[in-house]
């Protein structure tokens, strides 16, 4: 209790606080300082821990928790229960982090009015609120999954940059030409690539872990792999982020439900790290090999099709019937139509092939003919 200017009597509360968004960057800190700042107006102590890009700072000890009387959660991507266990026993407010930076005032309002007291999966009863879905319970239907998915896009991040950045100082290493294999261009090139590979089974990976938990990571993250391996699928592209979304959510809510799940004691102890990550791997590749990876990469195929001819056609580029020879396919000549999309360059009448790559059949980028009747016919 302590005396305000009024000389009335307050009780002078003890907060922690947890704040994250999916990019790490903005509204982390923004929330954090945000609530810091009315703490202080308001006479009460706080302490904040942010979990940002840079990981997480300002930690909340076990003594900060014990200390608190209350806690505020606000997430911008979905939480774990492992991340949530400490809090257990502790009044909890679970907020957005736009929330607290729209009306960090009316935040503050709402903790002694709608504050529960957190269970931690494995200590309360079933009727309380646990672990992810007590994190997401102000959030239900779309707007829960997509917190979990946002979960998997600020680990996918780091992937996204870290990769990209090295692909564009390999490329201007070279003078945006082919790196030559054993040079330093050469090694930041296949660096970025395995940026890029990894970034699909993050994203999966870690949205299955923000609804269910480590249990669901391994699961997740292999089928997420697999449905981008067309070689393995035979089909003609992976299953990309469409597919690796669809396998985190079906991972992540499938093991949430296969945790339910009562075994003898002495099968306990096997479940999370043996049990539930054998079975949900081998249903996931099944499911992945014969559903998910086709369907998905035929319909990935489809839009990047779509999208490739929407842009040239909005460019201004010309559509043509080509006629090709037996060198092109299968030793027979016959008309494509519009099939293969040339720049028309210079007073010469020249083609250059724009696409090389028309119906997953490669052929070398080039100029053909000299003239303005070089096997090409304009529409």
Known sequence: MVLNKRGEFIWKKKLAAVTNCPAGIAHTYMSAEALQREAE????????????????????????????????????????????????????????????????SSTMDRLEREART????????????????????????????????MNGVSFMIPFVTAGGILLAISAALVGGGKTVEGSFAYLLEQVGVIGFDLMIPILAGYTAYSIADKPALAPAMIGAWLANQADILGTKGGAGFLGAILVGLLVGYFVRWFKKFKLPKSLTPLMSFLIIPTVSTLLIAVVVFYFIGPVIAGIMLALTTFFKFYVIIQSGHHLCDYWYDDSFRYGR????????????????????????????????TGCFGTGDNDQAKFV
């Open 118 to 149: 957190y269970y931690a999966q494995d200590e309360g009863n079933d009727d309380q609120p646990t672990g992810t879905s007590a994190a997401s319970r102000h959030k239900r239907g779309v707007a829960g999954v997509f917190q979990h998915l």
């Open 333 to 364: 000549s016959y008309q494509q139509d519009c099939l293969s999309i040339f720049l028309r360059h210079g007073c010469t009448g020249k083609c250059l092939l724009f696409w090389d790559s028309c119906f997953d059949h490669s052929y070398s």
């Open 41 to 104: 107006k308001r006479g009460d102590t706080m302490k904040v821990e942010t979990q940002g890009s840079v990981g997480v700072e300002n930690e909340l000890t076990s003594e900060n928790i014990a200390q608190a009387d209350y806690i505020i959660i606000a997430a911008g991507r979905g939480m774990s229960d492992d991340e949530l266990r400490r809090f257990n026993g502790k009044k909890v407010l679970f907020v957005d982090v736009s929330d607290v930076l729209r009306d960090v």
